[in-house]
Nanobody
């Protein structure tokens, strides 16, 4: 059974930094693309950044230059380093992982940025 466990969320002041982690387990086939999405109240869930098993990355425009996604394949873990956080980054951040043609979500971690 695939499980994704996120950690690292919290409350931070504008301009601060947070590092999110997502540890994946339960797939004998490994994990293909893994990524971070976020959902603010009343808004649709949106892509923040994603990374392939080969290390190819893709970022939302809002994340470019401030966020960095990375991956440790040996640990099936991805990270999201978030710098220069803004109040508009406040959301629940979800980890998503692909196994062949199936997709799995974590339970989410709250990130709140105060002004």
């Amino acid at each position: 059974q695939v499980q994704l466990v996120e950690s690292g969320g919290g409350l931070v002041q504008a301009g601060g930094s947070l590092r999110l982690s997502c540890a994946a387990s339960g797939s004998a086939l490994g994990f293909n693309v893994m990524g971070w999405y976020r959902q603010a109240p009343g808004m649709q869930r949106e892509l923040v950044a994603r990374i392939s098993s080969a290390g190819r990355t893709e970022y939302a425009d809002s994340a470019k230059g401030r966020f960095t996604i990375s991956r440790d394949n040996a640990k099936n873990t991805i990270y999201l380093q978030m710098n220069n956080l803004k109040p508009e980054d406040t959301a629940v951040y979800y980890c998503k992982a692909q196994v062949v043609l199936s997709f799995y979500w974590g339970q989410g971690t709250q990130v709140t940025v105060s002004s």
